[in-house]
């Protein structure tokens, strides 16, 4: 079963999103359903105002351009409101617990949270603690609303998931990771192509290979040849500090014209920015006709209003 054919059900199993892994082909799948629908409802002026008099909590540790306008723009179109919560705005950056900061928001009924932080144990504390559903925005090991619009962008260029090669080139990251699980729950063949010593976590490769085909690899040939998708990330995230090392064992990492030209002819090409031209990829292929960088940032507006509606109705 591909999107085309699912039977939306207008709910999901889950509480929160804090990774893909617990996540099952049907929930994804509700999600790009619904976001797909959002989309073409915004598009056509057609008020959705899903969570009206609800509010969103989005704590930023890690500072954000998409994350934070997606958001705040999201909630407000469905016709809720935010918070915005940096680590100097609340107490979280004077040393206050997960677990108090949650059990006070809970008693300001706020109906959910979305938390960009560095430690993935921090998000999964905050649900623990909290009354309310918890959204991962970014940690150090997952960025599964990234990946949500990933996919989407994918399913609008292709019109299906299943068995669509998409090969990640790069640090084996947080970004990595999410589509890892994201495509092997969907169908996807997903190769990362990784220097060695900057592979993905192991422990996520094996979750994501239970559900699908995962390659890893350090051959760049033969994980671009006939992908229909050539992705890659910045070398080095948000609080990673700059390493000669690493910069060494990526840059032949680059996607260039030579590894477009070795991908399928329809092939196109993912980043999730911000990007530095010259670096991870060149401006040839991020700025060409192949690109579909701005409808994937897009699609995180509309894949994280379906998250948002989906949990924050319950």
Not at 37 to 65: P, V
Not at 255 to 262: M, P
Request: proline letters at 3%.
């Amino acid at each position: 079963m591909d999107l085309h054919n699912y039977k939306p059900k207008g709910t999901i199993l889950q509480r929160h999103l804090l990774s893909l892994a617990d996540y099952s082909r049907n929930d994804i799948y509700e999600i790009l359903h619904l976001a797909k629908l959002l989309k073409l409802w915004q598009k056509k002026g057609k008020k959705h105002e899903l969570l009206k008099g609800k509010t969103l909590a989005m704590i930023f540790a890690k500072s954000s351009t998409r994350t934070r306008i997606s958001f705040e723009q999201g909630i407000r179109q469905l016709g809720g409101q935010s918070l915005f919560l940096s680590s100097a705005d609340i107490q979280l950056g004077r040393g206050e617990t997960i677990g108090d900061t949650a059990k006070v928001l809970s008693r300001y009924g706020i109906d959910g949270v979305m938390i960009r932080t560095f430690k993935q144990s921090d998000v999964e504390e905050l649900a623990r603690a909290g009354d309310f559903p918890v959204i991962n925005g970014l940690t150090d090991d997952f960025h599964p609303c990234q990946a949500l619009a990933d996919i989407m962008t994918v399913y609008e260029v292709f019109g299906a998931l299943a068995d669509v090669k998409l090969t990640f080139i790069g640090d084996g990251n947080n970004v990595a990771h999410s589509l890892m699980l994201a495509g092997a729950k969907t169908g996807m063949e997903v190769v990362c192509c990784c220097p060695k010593g900057h592979e993905p976590s192991p422990q996520v490769v094996e979750t994501a290979r239970k559900f699908g085909h995962i390659t890893v690899t350090d051959n760049l040939d033969e994980a671009a040849a006939d992908a229909r998708v050539l992705y890659t990330d910045v070398f080095f995230s948000m609080g990673q500090a700059d390493d000669r090392e690493k910069r060494e064992a990526l840059a032949p990492y680059q996607v260039n014209a030579a590894v477009l030209k070795k991908a399928a002819k329809d092939a196109i090409f993912l980043h999730c920015l911000p990007a530095h031209r010259g670096e991870e990829v060149t401006a040839d292929v991020i700025d060409g006709p192949q690109s579909r960088i701005f409808d994937e940032a897009e699609n995180r507006l509309h894949a994280q209003k379906a998250v948002m509606s989906l949990l924050m109705r319950q």
